[in-house]
């Protein structure tokens, strides 16, 4: 249905009417401005129909976005003075803007918003960088834009400067009404400047008030800041109530305003440690009836950050500073004679510094205020689900989260909030009911208190007392006991008073399940999935789910590419895959996909750390090459191999020797000791497959069975090129953002199926290519077993040609000259000769000469091209099958 009204004025409507009005209907309109009227529809469909027969210079309206009504998320962005910015550049600025949106609600959401998802407005000209946003999405949506405005206060807080200087975060705290694409701007009856379209959408994709969907947008962040605020306003409740009961010393109030409006200039205010200080000493002297003087004077900085820190530090501040009137006046360069401090008002006066004791309100009830008694009071709130694994000072605790039945580290720091947080609510509920017993026993002078505690309430507080003092005393212990100061000390006693050494030992134990979406755990070996509980003490989730029975084309169809759709080795790779889920590495393997450039290896890394995320680590290049360290000295980049089920590396540096003794330790579940900067040693079992994706092998020694038992060279044949030809494929550059991210499930179900296939001792057939692809890595830098490939012929029974042991190192010696490969490595004669045993080639003595064996000899007239064929092959034909004449 469409409604429509006309109202004729004089004079040109202002965007204020046009709220008022559709506030009145409770419904975003569409408005037109004019000189003397204006009309809305609430029909968006109608009302586009009708948009789009108007004329360009018949355009000139506003879309009224009220609060309270769902919305699609928008972004208004503006940046004046772009004509003084030297090379200013648009289009990057536009890149960056929506390189920060995308991945604001790729990390909030899980969501993937694509180019064609948005629609952009532009109004900018020589001096104005300006435009709209908005995007346009089914199911992508907001409740209302007050959601909005929390989202986009967490996004902007994460955003670069650049990016903050130009959002406008001030468009969705109430009605607004906003300029629809293609309008001109009204001023005073002349058309000004409109909103260009500079993408391909139709004009329902402009309108912010009509979203498509029926789940608005919603996330933990979200949730955790409405949390936050909704505390806010009842702590901004709690503190009006006190400030309407707690009389003040209006001349103290008089005196403080005129130190900060007056005597204090940006010289404190601008200064973070001054602000504090200030805002410390006014919150010590007038208590709760303070904060609004104290967060005027902070607002006197023009610092959005000054405000959002304001609530937390002004809770933050405690007695133990010590701040008083005397405080304010330090900062007063010269001091003022009109100002006097007024010492009866002070709470932290030396008379009560003196005589305050701590406070024992029942004998049923703990000890607080010092550390010892605060320790104990935290570990029996804590009791079960905040564990300490070492009374060392640089080890995290954990911290059980029961939303997402996990359990988080936690670091000292993050011990630190949550130390003075939980102890603040605990003595604030004791401070609670004590505070109703002392006002009942002052103004019901009648009423019989136990013995005990009327002999509690008088030593502490005195009958005499009026309530209001009372209540300055027990806020100071509350501030006392859970103020910050002695924080860092009850953390130190609850290192030891919480702690289970076993306790670490439990977490991620299952090698063969793993934590997915929907707080399930899944078993990796019988695709068996179930709800996950604290006792399997999961530290980490994936952000993907098992599907099994789904639709796995698109995976199915990018493995099948990236494999040259050859089907053996489709599924030995989907083994190797699965094989990387595992927490263990029983089969004691490590892989190097190997390849020339543009054949989907890179990508692979990217779909395992996608998926496996917490559990996967970069390694660092020397963890593959030779460098070595000292045992006592840090190897953070080892260090951080613990509870890590893969390992990936991209590009290993050709002739650089392999650390093979530290690959056959990872490799081999062996226990390793390492140690990050600063701190103490760990111990730990290698659980982690190595993948290293490279184009060139890395130096290893060919006899080195140890290694070559576990070392697997996956080939990797494919091309995807802009133009391809043949077997080559197409190259997709957004394949992975517009592609496999929206579709990691499917990903990582078809490798949980390969690891089913496989089972935990990673069953399998090696397939030919990968052996002989593997066999001939071996042997390329081992240049005796290159020179019997090319001269020595085998010859079983028979009479074979002689050559004396001399000759033979000789034609060795100088097929090495002529290669480029091996003429620095030709060695000595006598390591020659080793060499030639080790592969089963043996003298015999012959008329008192030692001559090749009766099953060998050499034929220099062989090819001599094995060499130069690998090296040519390996260099210079990088579009070609680099393993075609290699093996």
Not at 298 to 309: E, M
Not at 634 to 646: C, D, F, H, S, T
Not at 813 to 837: H, M, P, V, W
Request: hydrophobic share 35%; proline share 3%.
């Amino acid at each position: 249905m469409t409604e429509s009204f006309k109202i004729r004025k004089t004079g040109c409507t202002n965007k204020a009417e046009l709220l008022t009005l559709a506030a009145e209907k409770n419904h975003s309109f569409i408005f037109k401005i004019g000189n003397s009227w204006f009309e809305s529809r609430k029909d968006h469909a109608a009302f586009t129909e009708y948009y789009e027969k108007l004329k360009p210079n018949q355009k000139c309206h506003m879309e009224v976005v009220l609060a309270g009504k769902p919305v699609k998320p928008y972004f208004d962005i503006e940046l004046k003075g772009i004509d003084e910015i030297e090379d200013f550049d648009a289009d990057e600025a536009g890149i960056n803007v929506i390189k920060w949106i995308k991945g604001s609600f790729k990390k909030h959401f899980g969501i993937t918003i694509k180019n064609a998802d948005l629609a952009v407005c532009d109004a900018s000209n020589e001096e104005k960088w300006s435009m709209r946003i908005i995007v346009n999405k089914e199911d992508v949506f907001f409740a209302d834009n007050s959601i909005q405005k929390v989202f986009m206060d967490i996004a902007l807080s994460e955003a670069s400067d650049f990016v903050k200087s130009c959002v406008d975060s001030a468009v969705y705290d109430k009605d607004r009404a906003m300029r629809i694409c293609e309008s001109y701007k009204d001023v005073n009856g002349l058309f000004v400047r409109p909103f260009k379209t500079i993408s391909n959408h139709e004009i329902e994709s402009f309108l912010i008030t009509n979203p498509v969907g029926t789940n608005p947008l919603q996330c933990d962040a979200i949730d955790e800041a409405l949390e936050e605020q909704e505390r806010s306003n009842k702590a901004a409740e709690e503190r009006r109530k006190l400030q309407l009961a707690t009389p003040v010393n209006e001349h103290t109030v008089r005196e403080i305003r005129e130190i900060l409006m007056e005597h204090l200039g940006p010289e404190h205010y601008g200064q973070r440690k001054h602000w504090f200080g200030i805002v410390a000493a006014v919150k010590c002297v007038l208590g709760e009836a303070g904060y609004d003087l104290a967060r005027e004077f902070s607002a006197r900085a023009g610092d959005p950050q000054y405000d959002n820190d304001f609530p937390k530090n002004w809770e933050s501040i405690s007695p133990d500073h010590n701040w008083s009137m005397e405080s304010l006046y330090k900062y007063v360069k010269g001091g003022s004679s009109a100002l006097r401090c007024n010492q009866d008002f002070r709470i932290d006066s030396d008379e009560e510094e003196e005589n305050e004791k701590p406070m024992q309100f029942s004998e049923d009830e703990p000890e607080f205020g010092n550390e010892d008694a605060d320790a104990l009071i935290l570990k029996d709130l804590f009791a079960g689900n905040v564990i300490s694994v070492s009374s060392k000072s640089d080890d995290n605790f954990y911290i059980y989260n029961p939303r997402k039945v996990l359990w988080e580290t936690a670091t000292n720091a993050d011990m630190n909030d949550l130390v003075g947080v939980e102890l603040k609510k605990y003595l604030a509920k004791r401070i609670e009911k004590m505070e109703q017993q002392i006002q009942s026993s002052v103004s019901q002078k009648k009423k019989e208190l136990s013995p005990k505690l009327k002999k509690s309430a008088v030593k502490a507080f005195g009958v005499d007392r009026n309530l209001n003092s009372t209540r300055t005393q027990l806020k100071s212990a509350y501030k006392q006991a859970g103020g910050s100061r002695h924080a860092n000390g009850i953390i130190v006693k609850l290192k030891s008073k919480l702690l289970d050494a076993s306790f670490k030992a439990k977490l991620d134990k299952d090698p063969y399940s793993l934590a997915i979406a929907g707080n399930k755990m899944l078993n990796l070996l019988t695709g068996v999935t179930r709800q996950r509980v604290r006792e399997d003490y999961c530290t980490f989730a994936l952000d993907v789910d098992y599907t099994p029975g789904s639709d796995l084309s698109i995976a199915q169809s990018f493995f099948s590419d990236v494999m040259c759709g050859d089907a053996e080795m489709i599924e030995y790779f989907q083994r190797v895959m699965g094989y990387c889920l595992l927490g263990n590495n029983a089969a004691h393997l490590m892989f190097f996909f190997l390849g020339r450039g543009s054949n989907g290896k890179s990508l692979i890394l990217q779909i395992l750390e996608a998926i496996l995320k917490g559990y996967s680590l970069q390694l660092h290049s020397s963890v593959i090459q030779g460098i070595q360290s000292n045992g006592a000295s840090p190897n953070p980049y080892v260090a951080m191999m613990e509870g890590k089920r893969l390992g990936t590396l991209s590009e290993a540096v050709r002739n650089e020797e392999m650390n093979t003794k530290l690959f056959k330790q990872l490799s081999g579940e062996d226990t390793i000791t390492a140690r990050m900067l600063n701190c103490n040693p760990i111990t730990f079992k290698a659980q982690l497959k190595i993948i290293v994706a490279t184009n060139e092998m890395p130096k290893a020694s060919a006899d080195d069975d140890a290694l070559w038992r576990r070392l697997i060279v996956v080939p990797f044949n494919a091309k995807f090129t802009n133009n391809p030809v043949g077997n080559e494929r197409k190259k997709d550059l957004h394949y992975f953002d517009e592609v496999v991210v929206p579709n990691l499930s499917q990903f990582f179900t078809w490798m949980v199926q390969g690891i089913m296939k496989a089972g935990k001792k990673f069953e399998h057939q090696m397939p030919k290519l990968v052996a002989e692809v593997t066999t001939a890595m071996r042997y390329a830098d081992d240049p005796v077993h290159q020179w019997i490939a090319a001269q020595v012929v085998k010859k079983a029974g028979g009479k074979s040609k002689m050559m004396r042991q001399s000759s033979v190192f000789d034609a060795y010696k100088q097929y090495c000259e002529r290669s480029n490969q091996f003429k620095r490595d030709i060695g000595t004669n006598q390591a020659f000769y080793k060499r030639l045993a080790q592969l089963g080639l043996k003298f015999r003595r012959v008329n008192g000469n030692d001559v090749n064996g009766a099953d060998w000899y050499v034929d220099e007239e062989k090819h001599q091209g094995v060499i130069d064929e690998i090296d040519s092959d390996y260099d210079e034909d990088e579009d070609g099958d680099m393993f075609g004449k290699l093996v």
